[in-house]
């Protein structure tokens, strides 16, 4: 499995963007992704995840409410929305993908990971 990601950008506080990651390659061997974010000094933390196959989504605290994710089975492409975009969002934003069901928080768990995308919220 291969994953692209895209979409990033710099973004005045309150604004919005939509990332994206084309999954290609055994794609039937996922069966669910994870967005994660890692901002300057910090460790990775998870944003969301979502089953492959029944895209039932679960959020972050911190997001919930503000970032949606979503997939184009029809590309293989999931997307996350970024609405209402704080200064402490920005981030590198890196899609993952696992195949198998167990660990869905755990970054170490996902199997295939995009190279990142580069968000910046200005105040």
């Known amino acids: 499995v291969q994953l692209q990601a895209s979409g990033g950008g710099l973004v005045q506080a309150g604004g919005s963007l939509r990332l994206s990651c084309l999954a290609s390659?055994?794609?039937?061997?996922?069966?669910?992704m994870g967005w994660f974010r890692q901002a300057p000094g910090e460790g990775r933390e998870i944003v969301a995840h979502t089953g492959w196959r029944n895209s039932k989504t679960w959020y972050a605290d911190s997001v919930k409410g503000r970032f949606t994710a979503s997939r184009d089975s029809a590309t293989n492409t999931l997307y996350l929305q970024m609405n209402k975009l704080k200064p402490e969002d920005t981030a590198v934003y890196y899609c993952?993908?696992?195949?198998?069901?167990?660990?869905?928080?755990?970054?170490?768990?996902?199997?295939?990971w995009g190279q990142g995308t580069q968000v910046t919220v200005s105040s």
């Open positions: 993952a993908a696992k195949t198998s069901p167990d660990y869905q928080m755990i970054g170490g768990a996902y199997d295939y």
């Open positions: 390659g055994r794609t039937g061997d996922i069966y669910a």
